[in-house]
């Protein structure tokens, strides 16, 4: 089993690897001195209360806020590309709140995604029979759940390095939950993903390792399980009581975000 | 939040640092690092993008400032020469009509940096409120037999009820929408003055001021150095008062507004009133000046109510360097005199004989004001005041740390406007 | 009925006009967050160069015409292009700071075209037929109207399928949305940045040559006259939006010239006060993003 480790030695050199990366937006500190890596297999969440600086984290790593430090995408430094560029070198990107095109097709939403010179077309058709039926759909009239299929399979259509997952379980009904979980679990095995994700029973289900976020700073890293385990770490990091991620249930209630204080 | 920093490695203390009001908005998520309420400033007490200053270089700063206006009232009793930059001895009246109209142009500057460096409202539509004063007081001058004081009266009520309104339509949206609005606004006050309804306006020809009713001492060429310690009196009362503006409590929430609106908003302010509330004032203040510089050119020309007059407020501001009150200052002086000396050397012999591809830019001032203002916004941010401050600090510090050691104020108060 | 007619069909030419200039404008802004003050010189250099080509060329005859309607067209996406690449471009992001390099710009070159060209309006005549009329409903309408309608339904139609079948179209329609996630599926988004400025100073170039038929006249002004106009026309029909700023050419157009006769020469101002009123009651235009 791999950890995102920072101390100890892992099997595989990390697929990511960030150092001091610390990003802002408007000239506001967003993300202070982050260092984390991520490993090559398998899914890592990055956890923490809301507006503690995960989606800012992650959109630090592709460029799309200011950021500086250092980041490393399989033992590349990326820190100073273009967000473009940085995505065609192998990132697959699922924001926060899908952001679809509301006013493109569906099938003009995923060509727009193409960047390789074979897209996998055939995955994604299997993967999401929906969206075939509704390709000359506006995607602005999807429901929140296809419209993360779409969101998902924008990413999915290309070979990736690492695959960055930002609450795609946000707002969703229960049922849509569990076949989101089930396309990342099935996505997880040919390619790693880290997984911003406030729902800790998706968390339980999917993810390996955790890293936890607070004040902008790396706070915990580790197992995933462990970090779950404990009541205690849950309520001082997410500000939640551990009822939120009992164990062994299945993934699909919707539950309260973290402690929207 | 300086506990934070020193023990960063427990959580506890970062989520206690955690400000309440920030986790109830999450929309800019991770505001909790420290130091960032010193950057941001506390709620309701944002400094407005000012650079803290030592209260003894303050003190400096106000007595150079008043030794200047001190130096600046006697200069019409003086003999000095500048030449290159005035026509003339300082006491001539060529020499004074020129000063007075680079410190009305300076005092309209200011008024615009409160739009744009406090509450950062970028307006293309400054104009309506300078023309609005200029043609105001001109048409009531023209039409009814009251005197000077009860006519600039009269004018500035018909400004306030004016900036009233096309203020707060034009609030209603913001940013680059607001430029555009502003713009018609103005564009629409234009084409009145152009059209010269029933023969009030003068249309291209504008007005030549009526003097039946005005003081003797503010008439006549013989009685510019008058008009030009007035103009000296209006940059002096400008300044002031953009200054206490600035430092109100209206002026803060200004400055809190243009950095973070939502903020504000948590705070239990009202931006838009707060906008609205520097919008008029500021129209209030340019339509004064506009009486005044209709006094110095006793006329009312097309002109003075043009997109050409608030694009050339815009300049000056940015020249000088945004989000300063001696950059507005020293800009309008800067570009009244370099559009001056420029026409002047348009006109001249060597100009007029050099060959074509030379002489055709050159014979142009505004081709070159244009380009030189292209450069300033591409190459020095921070214009006039924000280079020499930066070159002061650079010399302070030994070349080491140079950069943006300080807070590279021009650029983030431009980025609020947007 | 004839008066109706010729006024909607004078609006409907000078709405082409106004559409050609705002197209640009829309989609520029749409796309970037850009206003351009700068686009009233890329339509004022358009309408030089068509005017310098049919001075050389013997002015009234069709082919001088359309030879000018290319060459304006270019001149104008030669500049635009110029314009992002060098200015533009170093500037990415800094919104405000754009649009002051646009107004230095403008500035600059206005002046530049006085110095070039004078001050004074230079005449032009097209081929003869423009002054001839036509007969509609008892209405006689000078012929150079329906150039410019013809005209500006031609670039309308194109930047349709442009925007609709081609692959930088649909990039330039997602970025209008949202640009950012454009570049976060690895399109480098620059490149359409260049490009719709390209376009949209073609469009300008194009409509310099065609006001220049349908005011009869150039001078380094008319750019500027027309982009206020053309301000108005994207506010109301929607900063971004293609078919608003058509449409919204057209209504404010029409709305000119029937104020202008009936109202006693007010068309400006009823313009002005219609755009209040968009803003009052639906703020981000007729066909603007709501959010």
């Known amino acids: 089993m791999s950890t995102p480790a920072d101390h100890r030695a892992t099997e595989a050199p990390p697929i990511l690897r960030l150092e001091g990366l610390s990003a802002s937006i408007a000239g506001q500190q967003v993300v202070e001195d982050v260092t984390f890596t991520v490993p090559a297999t398998g899914i890592t969440a990055l956890l923490g209360r809301n507006g503690v600086g995960k989606t800012s984290t992650l959109k630090a790593i592709i460029g799309l806020i200011d950021r500086s430090g250092s980041v490393e995408l399989d033992g590349e430094r990326i820190e100073k590309e273009a967000t473009f560029k940085i995505i065609r070198s192998g990132v697959g990107y699922v924001p926060e709140d899908r952001e679809v095109f509301a006013k493109l097709t569906v099938a003009e939403n995923l060509r727009l995604a193409e960047r390789d010179a074979a897209p996998r077309r055939q995955l994604v058709e299997d993967l999401f029979p929906d969206l075939l039926a509704r390709s000359a759909q506006m995607a602005g009239t999807l429901s929140g759940g296809q419209q993360q299929m779409v969101s998902l399979a924008r990413a999915l259509l290309n070979t990736n390095k690492i695959l960055l997952v930002d609450e795609p379980t946000k707002g969703l009904a229960p049922k849509i939950v569990g076949e989101v979980a089930e396309t990342l679990a099935e996505a997880a095995r040919t390619v790693p993903i880290l997984l911003v994700e406030q729902n800790l029973h998706v968390v339980r289900q999917l993810a390996e390792g955790a890293v936890v976020l607070s004040g902008g700073r790396v706070v915990h890293t580790g197992r995933a399980r462990d970090f779950l385990d404990d009541a205690d770490l849950i309520q001082r990091h997410l500000g939640v009581s551990a009822d939120a991620a009992p164990a062994g249930k299945p993934a699909g209630n919707p539950v309260e975000k973290g402690a929207a204080l | ?418 | ?291």
């Open chain 3, 1 to 291: 009925m004839s008066t109706v007619v010729l006024l909607l069909f004078t609006g409907l030419g000078l709405g082409a006009l106004y559409f050609l200039v705002a197209a640009g404008l829309s989609l520029i802004y749409g796309l970037m967050g850009v206003l351009n003050f700068a686009h009233g010189a890329f339509l004022t250099l358009g309408a030089f160069t068509g005017w310098e080509i049919a001075r050389r060329t013997g002015s009234d005859n069709w082919g001088t015409f359309l030879l000018s309607l290319v060459i304006g067209a270019a001149a104008g996406a030669v500049f635009a292009a110029f314009t992002e690449f060098v200015l533009i471009r170093r500037l990415y992001q800094r919104h405000i700071e754009q649009v002051l390099v646009t107004v230095g710009l403008s500035l600059a070159a206005v002046a530049l075209f006085d110095g070039i060209w004078g001050t004074d309006p230079v005449f032009i005549k097209g081929p003869a037929w423009f002054k001839d009329t036509t007969e509609i409903l008892g209405a006689r309408i000078p012929n150079d109207r329906f150039v410019c309608i013809i005209a500006a339904v031609m670039v309308l139609l194109a930047l349709v399928f442009f925007l609709k079948k081609t692959r930088y179209g649909m990039i330039i329609r997602a970025g209008v949305e949202n640009r950012s996630m454009v570049t976060a599926l690895g399109i480098d988004v620059r490149k359409a940045f260049t490009l719709v400025f390209t376009i949209g100073g073609a469009a300008a170039g194009l409509g310099g040559v065609l006001a220049s038929h349908y005011f009869g006249y150039v001078s380094p002004m008319l750019g500027g006259s027309l982009l206020i106009f053309a301000f108005i026309v994207t506010v109301i029909g929607g900063l971004g939006s293609l078919t608003g700023a058509a449409i919204a050419a057209v209504a404010v157009a029409v709305l000119q010239q029937f104020a202008n006769f009936y109202l006693g020469g007010t068309g400006d101002f009823v313009v002005v006060l219609a755009l209040a009123l968009v803003l009052l009651f639906r703020p981000t235009g007729l066909l603007g993003r709501t959010s």
């Open chain 2, 1 to 418: 939040m300086t506990t934070d920093t020193d023990t960063s490695s427990t959580d506890d203390t970062a989520s206690a640092g955690q400000p309440a009001a920030d986790g109830g908005t999450g929309r800019r998520p991770g505001k909790t690092n420290p130091g960032y309420d010193d950057a941001g400033g506390a709620p309701g007490a944002a400094p407005h993008g000012g650079r803290p200053r030592p209260t003894g270089r303050r003190l400096a700063a106000w007595a150079a400032g008043l030794a200047g206006v001190l130096l600046l009232v006697l200069l019409p009793l003086l003999n000095i020469s500048l030449p290159g930059v005035l026509p003339g001895p300082s006491y001539t009246p060529g020499s004074l009509q020129l000063l007075a109209m680079c410190m009305l142009m300076a005092a309209a500057a200011l008024t615009y940096h409160l739009l744009l460096g406090v509450a950062g409202l970028l307006s293309f539509g400054h104009a309506l409120y300078f023309g609005a004063g200029v043609y105001g007081l001109a048409i009531i001058l023209q039409n009814l037999d009251i005197p000077l004081l009860p006519a600039m009266g009269l004018t500035l009520l018909i400004v306030i009820v004016l900036a009233h309104v096309v203020g707060s339509i034009s609030l209603r949206v913001s940013g680059i929408p607001f430029a555009m609005v502003t713009l018609a606004f103005a564009q629409a006050g234009s084409v009145i003055v152009g059209r010269n309804p029933e023969g009030k306006t003068g249309g291209d020809e504008g007005l030549t001021l009526r003097t039946d009713n005005l003081p003797d001492f503010l008439v006549g060429v013989v009685n510019t150095r008058n008009l030009y310690w007035l103009a000296l009196a209006v940059l002096v009362a400008v300044f002031v008062i953009v200054t206490w503006v600035q430092s109100s409590r209206a002026g803060h929430a200004a400055a809190a507004v243009r950095e973070n609106e939502l903020r504000v908003r948590v705070l239990g302010l009202q931006p838009y009133l707060v906008k609205l509330l520097i919008f008029v004032v500021s129209a209030v203040l340019v339509s004064v000046i506009g009486m005044v510089f209709l006094l110095l050119q006793s006329g009312a020309v097309p002109r003075s109510m043009s997109a050409d007059l608030t694009i050339t407020l815009l300049v000056m501001v940015v020249l000088g360097g945004v989000g300063s009150r001696w950059g507005a200052v020293i800009g309008g002086v800067f570009y009244t005199i370099l559009d001056q000396r420029l026409t002047t050397l348009a006109n001249s012999e060597a100009v007029k004989s050099l060959p074509d591809i030379l002489r055709v830019p050159l014979s142009e001032p505004l081709f070159i004001l244009g380009t030189l203002f292209v450069l300033v916004v591409l190459f020095l941010p921070g214009g006039i005041t924000g280079t020499a401050e930066r070159l002061a600090l650079r010399r302070r510090r030994g070349n080491r740390g140079a950069g943006n050691g300080g807070t590279e104020t021009p650029r983030d108060i431009l980025e609020d406007a947007a």
